[in-house]
């Protein structure tokens, strides 16, 4: 993957754009070449950090405190049946808070081996349940739902299993990425400032997840 | 004794078997008898007499409708469409979740979507529903069941003015969701009859179904 984002700015100037409302962000014309890859290698390879398959990293948008969940997702979280389940590959992408690193220094070939020992971990490689997983699990909801006309009773027993099944599955899934980034740094792995910071990045993908939630 | 004379008992056996089926009307469906109608038509029978009053009036507008039915070109449904029949009506059963009348009205018009597939025909209502009686007659009162039903969750929730049970539906409180509930497995009943009948393509009926 080689979506590599322009590195124009300043690194203040990404700091002061995390904590400053979305309005500013989304005029930011750095943020609406985003989607392109300008693949060059040179350039700061956090990009590689970002989550590609199955998201498109909605221009324009930005982490404020990294904490905020954009306002169009919706709280539905997949669960609600339109025709069943709905399913939601784009409701990731919204989680708004893909930290589009644009506002990088230069790009420093220093750190070149750093973001290949990140980046080769793959860590945040899109939604913390995988999409196979997903999408049995709409299934499996979809007719629990419909078995309601059945026997009420008995579906929202099913319903309430269920949801232990699913939150089982986050569970589970949060832990092995935990683990996999645990891996990148707890053993003696990083020492570098920036090192630690494409990490940290990476474990605030993970809190975005769970948190969007 | 000699086994000629067991012979002789077996046949004679036999004949007077026959004789009396003949004379029950076994065998050779005799179109227009009056118990045959009501055999074949059931509750919608019962629905017509307590409307009318009058049996031999019922008798005359049931054997007309088989004779219009004769008339009708009707078809069977090919696999993918019963199967896209199928999904619909699991999209019905999950939509009540969410929005229990919706779900009712979408039943309502998928049993009316599939008599017209079928070849019923659809300008009236009324007419469209009293042909298929002349193949599904029982599985009809169900479907009359499931409207009223609807009706009386309308009731129900326009102000709780529904005197009692009158969908004789066992156990029919004044829930409203739960009325639609029913009504929406009584419409299962037509519509299931419905597709089953289009899939053998037999749309003919039997006597006595």
Redesign the interface.
């Known amino acids: 993957m080689s979506d590599t984002l322009p590195e124009s700015r300043e690194v203040t100037d990404e700091l002061e754009a995390r904590e400053e409302p979305r309005s500013e962000l989304e005029s930011d014309p750095e943020l609406e070449s985003e989607p392109e890859s300008e693949s060059e290698s040179e350039l700061e390879p956090k990009s590689e950090l970002e989550p590609k398959s199955g998201l498109e990293p909605k221009s324009g948008l930005e982490p404020k405190s990294g904490l905020e969940p954009k306002s169009g997702l919706e709280p539905k979280s997949g669960l609600e049946p339109k025709s069943g389940f709905e399913a939601e590959p784009g409701l990731e992408a919204e989680r708004g808070l893909e930290p589009e690193p644009e506002s990088e220094t230069e790009p420093e070939p220093v750190s070149s081996p750093v973001s290949e020992a990140v980046s080769s971990l793959e860590v945040d490689a899109g939604p913390v349940i995988a999409p196979e997983t997903t999408s049995d699990f709409r299934t499996r909801w979809s007719s629990i739902q419909a078995g309601f006309i059945d026997d009420p009773r008995h579906a929202v027993e099913d319903a309430d299993r269920f949801v232990a099944d699913v939150a089982q599955a986050f569970a589970s899934g949060v832990a092995s990425r935990r683990s996999t980034l645990n891996s990148v740094w707890a053993q003696d792995g990083q020492k570098e400032t920036e090192q630690l910071r494409l990490t940290m990045r990476q474990y605030r993908m993970l809190v975005d997840r769970i948190l969007l939630g | 004794m000699s086994g000629t004379v067991i012979l002789a008992i077996v046949l004679a056996v036999i004949v007077i078997a026959g004789a009396a089926a003949l004379v029950m009307g076994v065998g050779a469906p005799r179109r227009g008898g009056g118990r045959d109608l009501r055999r074949r038509f059931g509750p919608e029978y019962d629905r017509l007499a307590a409307e009318r009053g009058d049996p031999k009036a019922v008798e005359l507008e049931l054997t007309e409708r088989v004779r219009d039915h004769g008339a009708l070109t009707l078809r069977p449904l090919a696999k993918d469409e019963r199967e896209r029949y199928d999904r619909t009506w699991?999209?019905v059963?999950?939509?009540?979740?969410?929005d229990p009348r919706g779900a009712a009205q979408q039943a309502d018009q998928v049993i009316s979507g599939l008599l017209t597939a079928i070849g019923y025909p659809s300008e009236d209502r009324d007419r469209q529903l009293a042909l298929a009686s002349v193949d599904h007659a029982y599985a009809l009162s169900d479907y009359r069941q499931a409207r009223e039903l609807v009706e009386h969750a309308k009731a129900s929730s326009d102000g709780g003015k529904s005197g009692g049970d009158k969908s004789g539906a066992a156990g029919t409180s004044t829930d409203p969701t739960e009325s639609l509930?029913q009504a929406?497995?009584h419409y299962r009943v037509m519509f299931k009859d419905l597709l089953d009948r289009a899939a053998s393509g037999s749309e003919r009926v039997r006597v006595g179904r």
């Open positions: 699991t999209g059963q999950v939509r009540f979740v969410d509930r929406i497995l």
